[in-house]
């Protein structure tokens, strides 16, 4: 039965995993346990079920193009091998292009499906079973949340602040306040604000989201738990957490295991834990500081001064002193932590072992960095080797390389004449490049034919 209405009847998720993840009668959306495939309403983490008790979370991947921890590994998508110039089966990557007729701010993926903020609204405009788009034009979506004659992403938040994934909805951070609109395909609601103050930052993951905001002129921090209802979001104002806590301007957020990290103007290291609103800074403010990743343990830090790129082997613990590899010349561009693999990109790529510190690699880029991935190779792949998928700016083009670490072997993916990329999505069975005109959805020949997608 499902959770929600009480009504409807629905195969368990292990028999049906690509089912819709929504209640039809109510607009909300279900989760599922990955050891019993029970269905359970947004909010819920462990199986109720006393003899199952497994770990519960979305069917779909959930993908605003950067997960929350920081790592950059893609999600669930593996490099494919016959994207490999030298395998005998070489075929290229099938790309297929939406243009929007308006200016498209962010996009992601969620609950099996594209949504993409455009102008001042979301909307989906889906992707056909041969790659092909399904809306025409933004204007003519058939489905669209409306969010608010102020629905312009927020100036001051950076582009991984702009939209966060809680539940079944979205929260984005408009010009003057977050809005937080609800997903569910079979109807189009209005945006609802959260009436925080204007967006600084903001990060969602595993049933907690944290934001920080500016209210009445000073900085405020919230958090706030997914419950079954998208409606009912309460926020909390974190008391303690003041201004010497505030994010610095542009800055990313992380959150695992429901604790946020920051650092500070200053540049320090805080961390929120969600359910106790306990805040603390974790290190002794330092101007070069940098977020890194959050590991099992904890978060990383990354610093970026006169002397080079280092980065922090270890996670932050108070009372412990990390250790640190050097990580190359920066300015610091970006860093990924994979198994057993650190891909640090500064003036150019450097990939080290996670553990020792040791380089293992690297290699360049092409233009100006916008974005990256660590993927995985395919489970029968010939080399057992990750890629580090690079989106960059070169020149009017934009261009999509995967780098080999270990050599510096580079295959082209895909290049966009005359296209400005802001962002990648790698989520599912295809990957996303995001366009300020457009969306271009890139996969593999054979997963193409697999039908089994709602996107
Ligand atoms: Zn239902
Ligand atoms: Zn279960």
């Known amino acids: 039965m499902c959770p929600v209405c009480f009504e409807e009847r629905r195969l368990t998720s292990g028999y049906t995993p690509y089912a819709s993840p929504w209640c039809d009668k109510r607009g909300e959306l279900l989760i599922a346990c990955e050891r019993c495939g029970r269905w359970l309403p947004s909010g819920v983490t462990t199986c109720p079920d006393p003899g ?54 962010a996009a992601f993926v969620a609950h099996g499906r594209l949504y993409v903020w455009v102008g001042t609204a979301l909307i989906a405009p889906g992707v056909g079973p041969a790659g092909a788009p399904t809306v025409a034009s933004a204007n003519a979506a058939p489905w669209k949340c409306w969010l608010g004659f102020d629905g312009l992403p927020s100036q001051s938040v950076g582009a991984d602040s702009r939209v966060a994934l ?18 569910y395909p079979g109807r189009a609601d209005e945006a609802l604000k959260l009436q925080l103050g204007a967006p600084v930052a903001q990060v969602a993951s595993d049933g907690w989201w944290a934001g920080w905001a500016m209210k009445s002129g000073l900085p405020a921090l919230y958090s706030a738990h997914v419950n079954a209802q998208w409606r009912n979001t309460a926020c909390r104002q974190i008391v303690g957490a003041g201004t010497a806590a505030a994010p610095r301007s542009g800055t990313r957020m992380l959150l695992k295991q429901g604790s946020a990290y920051w650092i500070s103007e200053e540049g320090s290291l805080w961390r929120l834990e969600c359910e106790t609103g306990v805040c603390v800074p974790l290190t002794e403010p330092a101007p070069d500081t940098r977020i890194g990743w959050c590991g099992a343990e904890g978060a990383h830090i990354v610093k970026d001064g006169g002397e080079g790129i280092r980065i922090g082997l270890d996670p932050v613990r108070i009372g412990f002193v990390a250790r640190e590899a050097p990580g190359g010349n920066g300015p610091l561009k970006d860093v990924f932590a994979g198994k057993g ?41 010939p080399d057992r080797e990750p890629r580090l998928l690079m989106l960059t700016q070169d020149n009017e083009d934009g261009n999509l390389t995967a780098l080999r670490p270990s050599s510096g072997g580079e295959e082209a993916v895909w290049r966009g004449p005359g296209v400005q990329v802001t962002g990648l999505i790698v989520a599912g069975r295809r990957m996303y490049v995001v366009h300020n005109s457009g969306v271009t959805s890139i996969r593999s020949a054979h997963s193409a034919s697999a039908g089994e997608e709602q996107l």
């Not at 809680?166 to 997903?183: M, Q, R, T, Y």
């Not at 640090?344 to 974005?371: C, F, I, N, P, R």
């Open 52 to 105: 199952c008790r497994g770990h519960v979370h979305e069917t779909w991947p959930a993908n605003t193009g950067r997960a929350p921890d920081g790592a950059g590994r893609t999600d669930g998508w593996r490099w494919p091998s016959e994207w490999d110039r030298q395998n005998p089966a070489y075929k290229a990557p099938n790309a297929a292009t939406w243009a929007s007729d308006l200016p498209v701010n």
């Open 166 to 183: 809680f539940g079944g909805g979205a929260i984005l951070a408009v010009e003057n306040d977050f809005v937080i609109g609800a997903l």
């Open 341 to 381: 693999l650190l891909a640090v990109v500064g003036e150019q790529v450097m990939t080290l072992d996670s553990g020792t510190g040791y380089v293992l690699g690297g290699g360049k880029y092409l233009g100006q960095w916008v974005a990256g991935a660590l993927a995985e190779p395919e489970m029968d792949a």
